[in-house]
């Protein structure tokens, strides 16, 4: 019921939003083009909220994969809900926490802000996570928001005092290759988990041969944009689970023969 909620008060923004801006604009201009494979810009000089100004890649921890998330602060609507979004997705995935077992980072598109509105940012969303956790929020001058945002395919358009922007998390591998998208405000916790996992090849945090295997059995799917079940894998799987226990049976068998074998021959 939340979620219905929250989706119905996205749409409505969305309308508005698209009421205001010119048609072309927001066909041509907004948007994402997606760059599976391809690196983010890590050499992108960025702010943080204590104001020190470094690489990006200096920012991020490079043992570990990063959420990316692109929002502006001062936005009145579809931010606010993605960032929402994000926290709760980050929240529902219990044994994968920011700061420990991942990068969470928040840039802004938005040159005109500053560390100071990064850190009011930061300081709210830091209440809702475990205090050693980690949710960081930078700001950047338009020359480096337009290096990020360019490496990653974010396409966004000055709609009067406010921006015209898709809504969607990225997600990168420790080495800053970019290894998916998903789109939209809300996200399912199992692809929000299993886009993760991706991004790390399967090995991060407290993840188990189970979450590996989940990871196998289920493929991204370009239309829905959501993780959906191969059936493929999931019957190769199921044949070798079965081709596994047929095989312990057998020798199990085996041996109970031959140990008869053995005792009818000592008497």
Same mark, same amino acid.
């Given at each position: 019921m939340k979620k219905l909620f929250i989706l119905i008060l996205f749409l409505a923004s969305c309308l508005s939003v698209l009421g205001v801006s010119d048609e072309s604009v927001i066909v041509n201009d907004v948007g994402w083009t997606e760059k599976l494979g391809d690196h983010i810009d890590l050499n992108a000089n960025i702010t943080d909220n204590n104001n020190f100004t470094k690489k990006l890649g200096n920012f991020l921890d490079k043992?570990?994969?990063t959420v990316l998330v692109l929002a502006?602060?001062?936005c009145p609507k579809m931010c606010t809900f993605?960032?929402?979004g994000v926290l709760e997705a980050v929240n529902s995935t219990d044994k994968i926490r920011p700061g420990l077992d991942y990068n969470l980072i928040t840039l802004s598109f938005d040159k005109n802000d500053n560390y100071e509105t990064s850190n009011l940012k930061q300081q709210k969303y830091k209440e809702s996570i475990a205090?050693?956790?980690q949710w960081s929020f930078y700001s950047a001058d338009s020359i480096n928001i337009e290096a990020v945002t360019s490496s990653?395919? #974010?396409k966004f358009a000055?709609?009067?005092d406010d921006f015209a922007h898709p809504a969607g998390i990225i997600f990168l591998t420790k080495e800053g290759k970019i290894s998916r998208y998903l789109s939209g405000v809300l996200y399912d916790s199992k692809d929000f988990k299993l886009a993760l996992l991706e991004a790390s090849d399967g090995v991060i945090g407290k993840s188990s041969l189970t979450d590996k295997v989940l990871l196998y059995c289920y493929g991204f799917d370009p239309v829905g944009k959501k993780f959906a079940l191969r059936a493929l894998n999931v019957i190769k799987l199921g044949g070798g689970i079965t081709l596994l226990f047929?095989?312990?049976f057998? #020798?199990?068998m085996w041996f109970k023969k031959d140990k008869k074998n053995n005792e009818g021959e000592t008497k």
């Amino acid at each position: 019921m939340k979620k219905l909620f929250i989706l119905i008060l996205f749409l409505a923004s969305c309308l508005s939003v698209l009421g205001v801006s010119d048609e072309s604009v927001i066909v041509n201009d907004v948007g994402w083009t997606e760059k599976l494979g391809d690196h983010i810009d890590l050499n992108a000089n960025i702010t943080d909220n204590n104001n020190f100004t470094k690489k990006l890649g200096n920012f991020l921890d490079k043992n570990k994969p990063t959420v990316l998330v692109l929002a502006y602060y001062s936005c009145p609507k579809m931010c606010t809900f993605l960032l929402n979004g994000v926290l709760e997705a980050v929240n529902s995935t219990d044994k994968i926490r920011p700061g420990l077992d991942y990068n969470l980072i928040t840039l802004s598109f938005d040159k005109n802000d500053n560390y100071e509105t990064s850190n009011l940012k930061q300081q709210k969303y830091k209440e809702s996570i475990a205090s050693n956790e980690q949710w960081s929020f930078y700001s950047a001058d338009s020359i480096n928001i337009e290096a990020v945002t360019s490496s990653v395919g #974010f396409k966004f358009a000055p709609d009067g005092d406010d921006f015209a922007h898709p809504a969607g998390i990225i997600f990168l591998t420790k080495e800053g290759k970019i290894s998916r998208y998903l789109s939209g405000v809300l996200y399912d916790s199992k692809d929000f988990k299993l886009a993760l996992l991706e991004a790390s090849d399967g090995v991060i945090g407290k993840s188990s041969l189970t979450d590996k295997v989940l990871l196998y059995c289920y493929g991204f799917d370009p239309v829905g944009k959501k993780f959906a079940l191969r059936a493929l894998n999931v019957i190769k799987l199921g044949g070798g689970i079965t081709l596994l226990f047929v095989a312990i049976f057998m #020798f199990f068998m085996w041996f109970k023969k031959d140990k008869k074998n053995n005792e009818g021959e000592t008497k």
